[in-house]
């Protein structure tokens, strides 16, 4: 694959995404430990037990931009774990149907392979079909490192309201910006450098790799994303824990997880 990412006009940019995932989904899962330093596995454990009701479920949870399913897995472990909860289901939805494969395969050897528990379909998180996807079907609305890929994402919240039933949750796991200038210079050199690098080394791809870097560049910073939340229709500031506030950081800011409730 080769692109000029400035160059690209936004209209092209879903085709760019699609490309970038088609070339990297074999090895995306040792791709995000190299880069992360098995860093995403805690945050996404956090953003998983951020999202426990407090009782027993069952619960109907879509993650879209599920990629290879990485949340899916999460949440049905800590439901079965903490809860034995078997009925518990996610529909995984992603428009690359290449990384949902990756998914597939990885979910066979689970013990959740063939139940209901699970299902992996394509669909762009802007548009999800009302026939596949009804209004007021989810309990909770999961989308991690996925938003930012997205063009429009206002297009995405909207949908992400109207398939969750009154009182559903949205939870959106990001990467987001840094406050602290050291933490911060420190991220930039490491993003800028070091992430192509590995992508080079790892996936004799640097161009992708480059472009993830800079997807998080653009995207909002935590109080517009927490602002865009809110024209949704979400009501933010009850979920979080602590300060009560719209959103919570993970590492300063290095990825964020941000909330909000339908009303
Ligand atoms: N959620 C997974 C995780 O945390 O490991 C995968 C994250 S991966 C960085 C981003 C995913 O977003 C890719 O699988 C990509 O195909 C998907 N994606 C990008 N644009 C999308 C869109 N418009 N609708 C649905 N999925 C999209």
């Not at 070091?194 to 004799?204: D, E, N, R, S, V």
Request: glycine share 8%; charged share 25%; aromatic share 10%.
């Amino acid at each position: 694959t080769h692109f000029g990412f400035k160059q690209v006009p936004s209209s092209s940019k879903q085709h760019l995404v699609k490309e970038v995932f088609d070339s990297v989904s074999s090895k995306y899962d040792i791709m995000n430990d190299a880069m992360s330093l098995g860093v995403h596995r805690l945050w996404k454990d956090s953003f998983v037990s951020g999202l426990d009701p407090g009782k027993r479920g069952p619960l109907k949870v879509i993650d879209v931009a599920g990629g290879t399913g990485d949340i899916a897995l999460r949440i049905l472990d800590y439901a079965r774990e903490k809860y034995s909860d078997r009925e518990t289901s996610v529909d995984v939805v992603d428009i690359n149907g290449m990384m949902l494969k990756e998914g597939e395969k990885r979910f066979k050897k689970t013990m959740y392979h063939n139940t209901p528990q699970i299902s992996f379909q394509v669909s762009n998180a802007q548009s999800l079909p009302p026939s596949q996807f009804p209004d007021n079907t989810y309990d909770i609305y999961t989308i991690a490192f996925g938003i930012r890929n997205c063009t429009n994402i206002p297009d995405v919240l909207t949908q992400a309201y109207r398939v969750l039933k009154p009182g559903g949750v949205f939870a959106c796991l990001e990467f987001s910006k840094v406050e602290n200038p050291l933490l911060a210079s420190i991220y930039d050199q490491y993003s800028f450098s070091i992430i192509p690098l590995l992508g080079t080394i790892l996936a004799g791809d640097r161009e992708s790799y480059q472009y993830l870097v800079e997807s998080i560049r653009k995207f909002p910073s935590q109080p517009d994303f927490a602002q865009m939340v809110r024209e949704a229709g979400f009501e933010t500031g009850k979920m979080v824990e602590g300060r009560g506030g719209a959103w919570r950081d993970l590492w300063g800011g290095v990825a964020s997880v941000h909330m909000g409730v339908k009303v």
